[in-house]
């Protein structure tokens, strides 16, 4: 059983930083694929970012270039680094894992963790 814990959202000022965290334990048997993705209110959840058990990263077109996805395996951390930050960048961030590498369906998610940008 895969559990996931994410931090490190809050309130940030237009063209901010962030930077969030999800602590995971449990790590799936085979290959793997974790993400971070986002809900605005009103809205639907999109996908952020993802990246494979192997590095492969994908990222929305939305961000593409703000943000970067990163994994440190000695920590069992996942880390969403969220430069110049838009107001539409405000939403709930959830951190997810997928049993396989494809990044298509995630069963394990966490709990979320707030962002909230200002102009």
């Known amino acids: 059983q895969v559990h996931l814990v994410e931090s490190g959202g809050g309130s940030a000022q237009a063209e901010g930083s962030l930077r969030l965290s999800c602590a995971a334990s449990?790590?799936?048997?085979?290959?793997?694929?974790m993400g971070w993705f986002r809900q605005a209110p009103g809205k639907a959840r999109e996908r952020v970012a993802t990246?494979?058990?192997?590095?492969?990263?994908n990222y929305a077109d939305s961000v593409r270039g703000r943000f970067t996805i990163s994994l440190d395996n000695a920590k069992n951390t996942l880390y969403l680094q969220m430069n110049s930050l838009k107001v539409e960048d405000t939403g709930m961030y959830y951190c997810?894992?997928?049993?396989?590498?494809?990044?298509?369906?995630?069963?394990?998610w966490g709990q979320g963790t707030q962002v909230t940008v200002s102009s």
């Open positions: 997810a894992v997928s049993n396989e590498w494809r990044c298509v369906d995630f069963s394990y």
């Open positions: 990246r494979t058990d192997l590095g492969w990263t």
């Open positions: 449990g790590y799936p048997d085979n290959r793997y694929c």
